[in-house]
């Protein structure tokens, strides 16, 4: 499996020829979803939701399907009959070759002052986890790659230590990164890399790796 790296939140990941990407967001590339022959989204917020993103990848590929929560599929269903998934924790099934579980429910707190809307996260393969803007953990499930949202209004730093601690996988790769400063990045990746008892990496835009 391999995965690559896009702007923030977004990922793409390639397995025996097909391609699944999660999470294209406004502050991803416009083209983020082109080529996908799935697309999931954990939320609403559009640095991971962008309608414009996903009705490129759509018509891209007629075959394309999206699976998400239902305030994201609620939007889009009308639009792409038949092609459009609700899903919500606890919930399996098979996308682009890839077998997923869904886990979470909720997004972190931004504020108490605010609602907290719904959040999934993504298991691929019993392997490589997105949490979407949560720190879920997925029970009873060993990860292997956790992508970690390491910058966000709703995060600190130690929080997001002890999630990687909690998680405990083999390897974390950082996501949630566009609003992150180039300068501060060194010091993210001192404490989460000494801190936080895995491997411990970022990825440019662009670039990819062998995952799983």
């Not at 899903?87 to 108490?112: C, K, M, N, R, S």
């Not at 390491?150 to 997001?160: F, L, M, T």
């Amino acid at each position: 499996m391999e995965l690559t790296k896009k702007t923030h939140a977004c990922v793409r990941l390639e397995k025996d020829g097909q391609t699944l990407v999660i999470d294209p967001g406004v502050f991803s590339e416009t083209d983020a979803a082109v080529g996908a022959d799935a697309i999931l989204v954990t939320h609403e917020h559009p640095d991971h939701f962008h309608e414009d993103r996903l009705r490129a990848g759509m018509a891209a590929n007629p075959g394309a399907e999206i699976w998400t929560l239902a305030s994201v599929a609620e939007q889009l269903a009308a639009a792409f009959p038949g092609r459009v998934h609700t899903v919500g924790e606890g919930d399996t099934f098979t996308a682009a070759g890839f077998d997923v579980e869904v886990h979470g429910q909720l997004h972190a707190v931004i504020h108490p002052d605010l609602p907290r809307i719904t959040n999934v996260g993504f298991l691929l393969d019993g392997s490589v986890f997105h949490p979407g803007d949560a720190l879920t953990v997925p029970q009873g499930r060993r990860v292997d790659t956790l992508l970690l949202p390491v910058h966000a209004p709703w995060n600190k730093v130690a929080e997001i230590i002890d999630y990687v601690r909690e998680v405990a996988p083999r390897r974390a790769i950082d996501i949630h990164d566009s609003l992150l400063q180039d300068h501060a990045r060194p010091i993210y990746d001192g404490l989460i890399g000494g801190l936080g008892g895995a491997d411990h990496g970022r990825l440019a835009p662009g670039a990819h790796t062998d995952v799983g």
